[in-house]
Structures are given as structure tokens and as C-alpha cells.
């Protein structure tokens, strides 16, 4: 099945320990991307991968580090998280960039206290 | 450069038709299409590229209106399945991503 996985699903938190979320697909997309949810702000883009070792910010990067090593996997990083990356996160794929619709990740729901 | 969706929610009986649009104000290339449910991902309904096209999806089509770089989702009969957020995502030429409206809650009532 054509997907998007990311893990874990739920992860609690505290300040300053460094975790990862993890994102994979199946699809060889070229495109993938990051993105944070909060109530009211719709989706941000935190960052994104137009290939392999290819990456740039999007609009929200602060605190957040990515890599793109292999063309499947696109980790999202966060070094010493703090309270207000609390939120809702989707990795998402697509073939390439523009014209192409997006595949979402099941989505990562992070806490940080 | 975020687009603006309206209405920010609406309310409809199943059967009722609703329309949601969705404005930028920046030249496109696409508008995307989206519908998320309450707990999970947002799914891809379908996207609209520079042409002025119209596309359908069962009884959910939308049209895209680049000279006014507007774009309007159309749900005809709904059904209680509609029920959801949806967003569009905004494409400008040469940009390396899309830009996602803050959604539209859609509640369809028996």
C-alpha cells in the first residue's frame, strides 16, 4: 500500500531532551515536507525536501533540524524542544515539486512540558 | 501570502449543496484541495492548475479562476461523510511549496 508512516503517534515530552519523529514512503517521491498544526493557523511548513541532500525552511524552522539522506526517509528533529512545539505534526510527500497533489503521514500529536 | 478560505465554518443539513472558496492574493500556478477529519490526515481531493479548469470528484468539483486567483470547492447532496475541514493549498509559479488556508469546518447534520 502507497503510504506515508510516521512514528511515533503520540510522544510526551519534557524541555530540552532531544527527540525525533521519524517519516517514511514508499511511493519514490521526489518531494517531501514537514508541517506543524495548531488550532486556528491551519498548516505551517516547517521544512521541506525538493530531493536527496536537498533541503530548505519553510515558513516555521526555528527549532526544528531535518535531513534527507535517503530519498525515502525525512526525519523531523528536534534539538531541545520546548513547550510551544507543542502541537499536531504531518510529514507529507509528493511526486515532485508543483502540480502534484500531497500524500500525508497519519500525524505525530508531540507534548512538551 | 496565506490564502483566505470563507466560511470559516458552516453548517448544513444532509442534501444541502455548500461552497467553499478561497482567495490569494499572489498569482498561482495550482490550487489544492483537501478534506481532514477530526483526528486524522488531511487527504488530497483534487488540484486545479493554472487554465481555469474544472475537476470533479464524485459530487465534489471545484473550479479556479486565475485572473482572480480564486478558486471555489463545490459539495453537492451532501453526505454526512463530508463533514470535516478542508483547506486549500495555494501554488505560485516558481515557489518550492504550497501554502495551506486556515480550513473551512464543514458539519453536515442528519
Known amino acids: 500500500e502507497a503510504q506515508v508512516t510516521q512514528n511515533p503517534r503520540y510522544l510526551i515530552t519534557v524541555t530540552g531532551k532531544k527527540l525525533t519523529v521519524t517519516c517514511s514512503q514508499n511511493?519514490?517521491?521526489?518531494?517531501m515536507s514537514w508541517y506543524r498544526q495548531d488550532p486556528g493557523l491551519g498548516l505551517r511548513q516547517i521544512y521541506y525536501s525538493m530531493n536527496v541532500e536537498v533541503t530548505d525552511k519553510g515558513d516555521v524552522p526555528e527549532g526544528y533540524k531535518v535531513s534527507r539522506k535517503e530519498k525515502r526517509n525525512f526525519p523531523l528533529i528536534l534539538e531541545s524542544p520546548s513547550p510551544n512545539q507543542t502541537s499536531l505534526y504531518f510529514c507529507?510527500?509528493?511526486?515532485?515539486?508543483?502540480?502534484?497533489?500531497?500524500?500525508f503521514g497519519s500525524g505525530t500529536r508531540l507534548t512538551v512540558v | 501570502q496565506q490564502p483566505v478560505q470563507s466560511p470559516q465554518a458552516v453548517i448544513l443539513r444532509e442534501g444541502e449543496d455548500a461552497v467553499i472558496n478561497c482567495s490569494s492574493s499572489?498569482?498561482?500556478?495550482?490550487v489544492h484541495w483537501y478534506r481532514q477529519k477530526h483526528g486524522e490526515a488531511p487527504v488530497f481531493l483534487m488540484i486545479?492548475?493554472?487554465?481555469?479548469e474544472q475537476k470533479g470528484h464524485e459530487k465534489i468539483s471545484a473550479s479556479f479562476n486565475e485572473k482572480k486567483q480564486q478558486s471555489s470547492l463545490y459539495l453537492t447532496a451532501s453526505q454526512l461523510s463530508y463533514s470535516g475541514t478542508y483547506f486549500c493549498?495555494?501554488?505560485?509559479?516558481?515557489?518550492?511549496?504550497?501554502?495551506f488556508g486556515k480550513g473551512t469546518r464543514l458539519h453536515i447534520l442528519p
Open positions: 507529507a510527500s509528493s511526486i515532485r515539486r508543483g502540480g502534484y497533489g500531497y500524500t
Open positions: 486545479l492548475l493554472k487554465g481555469g
Open positions: 493549498g495555494t501554488e505560485a509559479p516558481g515557489d518550492d511549496k504550497i501554502i
Open positions: 511511493m519514490n517521491h521526489e518531494y
Open positions: 499572489k498569482a498561482l500556478y495550482s
